[in-house]
């Protein structure tokens, strides 16, 4: 969705430093839920491109490390991700090559990253792509905050999808059998809407 707001080159002056790939997992944006899952295995919390218009947009609010960039996702989501540095680091190398963003210092190797001009600019260029994912990463936070989106829960219904899927892997099902499945899986639907 987001690629044709990112994509694309923005002006002459970066276009030697565009690149589409940049350390393998760009992207493929993961992170590490509450499971420990992490890299391209954990939720795909952003479309492709997105992840660059956040970090800009925190380094927009005051310059940050990198570490303090991956805290801040994590509380714009309500804590139940957090990026991977796998993912956040390289992506503050590409933003610094592209111009969009500075090291204002560096103390033991931590750089100290801060927005540029052409950072505010190309943030202001993409400002509905922006809108688009703060919107949707608030409704994370306000789905986790309520406790409609815990690792329990996510945990029960990939039990249930394995259960299933395993189920149906032992080969055909007769007819006794597959309506025995489907009264299960009705009967809890049932169970469901009325807790």
């Given at each position: 969705?987001?690629?044709?707001?990112?994509?694309?080159?923005h002006?002459?002056?970066?276009?030697?430093?565009?690149?589409?790939?940049?350390?393998?997992g760009?992207?493929?944006?993961?992170?590490?839920?509450?499971?420990?899952?992490?890299?391209?295995?954990?939720?795909r919390?952003?479309?492709?491109?997105?992840?660059?218009?956040?970090?800009?947009?925190?380094?927009?609010?005051?310059?940050?490390?990198?570490?303090?960039?991956?805290?801040?996702?994590?509380?714009?989501?309500?804590?139940d991700?957090?990026?991977?540095?796998?993912?956040?680091?390289?992506?503050?190398?590409?933003?610094?090559?592209?111009?969009?963003?500075?090291?204002?210092?560096?103390?033991?190797?931590?750089?100290?990253?801060?927005?540029?001009?052409?950072?505010?600019d190309?943030l202001d260029?993409?400002?509905?792509?922006?809108?688009?994912?703060?919107?949707?990463?608030?409704?994370?936070?306000?789905?986790?905050?309520?406790?409609?989106?815990?690792?329990?829960?996510?945990?029960?219904?990939?039990?249930f999808?394995?259960?299933?899927?395993?189920?149906?892997g032992?080969?055909?099902?007769?007819?006794?059998?597959?309506?025995?499945?489907?009264?299960?899986?009705?009967?809890?639907?049932?169970?469901?809407e009325?807790?």
């Amino acid at each position: 969705m987001f690629g044709r707001f990112i994509g694309g080159h923005h002006g002459p002056a970066h276009h030697r430093h565009e690149r589409p790939h940049h350390g393998g997992g760009l992207f493929e944006e993961g992170g590490r839920g509450r499971g420990g899952r992490e890299g391209g295995r954990g939720p795909r919390m952003f479309e492709q491109g997105s992840l660059r218009l956040v970090i800009l947009h925190l380094l927009q609010d005051k310059s940050r490390h990198g570490y303090e960039v991956i805290k801040a996702i994590e509380q714009l989501v309500g804590g139940d991700y957090s990026p991977s540095p796998g993912v956040i680091y390289p992506t503050l190398t590409l933003l610094e090559e592209l111009g969009y963003a500075a090291v204002e210092a560096e103390n033991g190797g931590k750089k100290l990253y801060r927005v540029t001009a052409e950072g505010v600019d190309f943030l202001d260029q993409n400002k509905e792509a922006l809108e688009i994912v703060l919107k949707r990463l608030d409704m994370k936070q306000r789905a986790s905050s309520a406790g409609t989106d815990t690792p329990e829960l996510r945990r029960s219904i990939q039990n249930f999808k394995m259960a299933l899927h395993t189920r149906l892997g032992k080969g055909e099902l007769d007819q006794q059998q597959l309506h025995a499945i489907i009264d299960i899986i009705d009967r809890a639907a049932v169970a469901i809407e009325r807790t």
